[in-house]
């Protein structure tokens, strides 16, 4: 690896606010500027079976040193965070990316909280989701996430590395890896995406979970929060980067259910319905 490749990490301008202050967390997540998020290539991609990687790791970080994405061939799940990428593979462990790495899929941020608030547990996967959407000045923005602290619960999967032929990823994800972490010290990173952007990304909210000592982690299935900082900020403008391979210059993304496909791969667990994405 090539020192220096990874991104820097500038310090945030962040508001402290009681999560009972609810005015003020909405107030502190107003987007001043279009800050951005930039996702490389779409989800229905992947539904599609285009796990090959295509773009290399130090162009994604370039738009981003906080995010979420998966490995080449669908080796792990990847964590963005403070400027470093992670993989969580399945056989449980956790290693870096390298500069060589193509990525098939991910989503980045400039991560630059405008808002902190203290979460006290025990807070389950439905109440953090209730409590975080009900700080939302408007759900029709993104927004980025980071909940750092101890969770008593944390359910983890990871996609096994696939081989071509490729198969779609409802049926791959029929073998993903999951684990139970529970009690965990680490860092939920993720985004809340609008119900519109369903297809092109994955719309609600999506974590992948790293661990402090950076040695266990995935996409996060389920958890429950013992307590924990939340961080966050909106979201107000896309950037969209498409592949230009002949696998998906030439794919057919028509698919009938593929909105119940989607929420299945990317919130069940292994027997309950399907797949995994990113
Ligand atoms: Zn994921």
């Given at each position: 690896?090539?020192?220096?490749?990874?991104?820097?990490?500038?310090?945030?301008?962040?508001?402290?606010?009681?999560?009972?202050?609810?005015?003020?967390?909405?107030?502190?997540?107003?987007?001043?500027?279009?800050?951005?998020?930039?996702?490389?290539?779409?989800?229905?991609?992947?539904?599609?079976?285009?796990?090959?990687?295509?773009?290399?790791?130090?162009?994604?970080?370039?738009?981003?040193?906080?995010?979420?994405?998966?490995?080449?061939?669908?080796?792990?799940?990847?964590?963005?965070?403070?400027?470093?990428?992670?993989?969580?593979?399945?056989?449980?462990?956790?290693?870096?990316?390298?500069?060589?790495?193509?990525?098939?899929?991910?989503?980045?941020?400039?991560?630059?909280?405008?808002?902190?608030?203290?979460?006290?547990?025990?807070?389950?996967?439905?109440?953090?989701?209730?409590?975080?959407?009900?700080?939302?000045?408007?759900?029709?923005?993104?927004?980025?996430?980071?909940?750092?602290?101890?969770?008593?619960?944390?359910?983890?999967?990871?996609?096994?590395?696939?081989?071509?032929?490729f198969r779609p990823l409802v049926e791959v994800m029929q073998t993903q890896n999951e684990s139970e972490l529970g009690p965990t010290t680490g860092s939920m990173i993720g985004f809340w995406a609008p119900q519109i952007y369903q297809g092109v990304t994955v719309a609600g909210f999506h974590f992948h979970y790293l661990d402090d000592a950076r040695e266990v982690g995935g996409h996060c299935l389920d958890y429950a929060i013992s307590s924990a900082?939340?961080?966050?900020?909106?979201?107000?403008?896309?950037?969209?980067?498409?592949?230009?391979?002949?696998?998906?210059?030439?794919?057919?993304?028509?698919?009938?259910?593929?909105?119940?496909?989607?929420?299945?791969?990317?919130?069940?667990?292994?027997?309950?319905?399907?797949?995994?994405?990113?």
């Amino acid at each position: 690896m090539t020192p220096g490749w990874q991104r820097r990490v500038g310090a945030p301008h962040v508001s402290e606010v009681s999560a009972t202050d609810l005015r003020a967390v909405t107030a502190a997540l107003r987007p001043t500027i279009a800050v951005n998020i930039t996702q490389f290539s779409v989800i229905h991609a992947l539904m599609a079976g285009l796990y090959d990687g295509v773009f290399p790791a130090p162009q994604v970080l370039e738009k981003g040193d906080f995010g979420i994405g998966c490995g080449h061939a669908l080796n792990g799940e990847l964590v963005f965070v403070d400027g470093e990428i992670y993989r969580c593979t399945s056989d449980g462990s956790v290693t870096r990316a390298d500069e060589g790495e193509l990525i098939p899929f991910a989503e980045v941020a400039e991560f630059a909280p405008t808002v902190s608030v203290a979460l006290e547990g025990p807070l389950a996967r439905d109440g953090l989701e209730a409590l975080v959407s009900s700080f939302f000045p408007s759900p029709n923005l993104f927004f980025a996430i980071r909940i750092d602290g101890t969770f008593d619960r944390m359910l983890v999967r990871e996609p096994i590395r696939q081989h071509h032929p490729f198969r779609p990823l409802v049926e791959v994800m029929q073998t993903q890896n999951e684990s139970e972490l529970g009690p965990t010290t680490g860092s939920m990173i993720g985004f809340w995406a609008p119900q519109i952007y369903q297809g092109v990304t994955v719309a609600g909210f999506h974590f992948h979970y790293l661990d402090d000592a950076r040695e266990v982690g995935g996409h996060c299935l389920d958890y429950a929060i013992s307590s924990a900082t939340l961080t966050m900020q909106a979201l107000s403008s896309i950037t969209l980067r498409l592949p230009q391979t002949p696998e998906f210059l030439t794919a057919d993304f028509a698919q009938a259910d593929a909105d119940l496909a989607i929420r299945r791969v990317e919130s069940s667990a292994v027997g309950v319905a399907s797949a995994g994405g990113q």
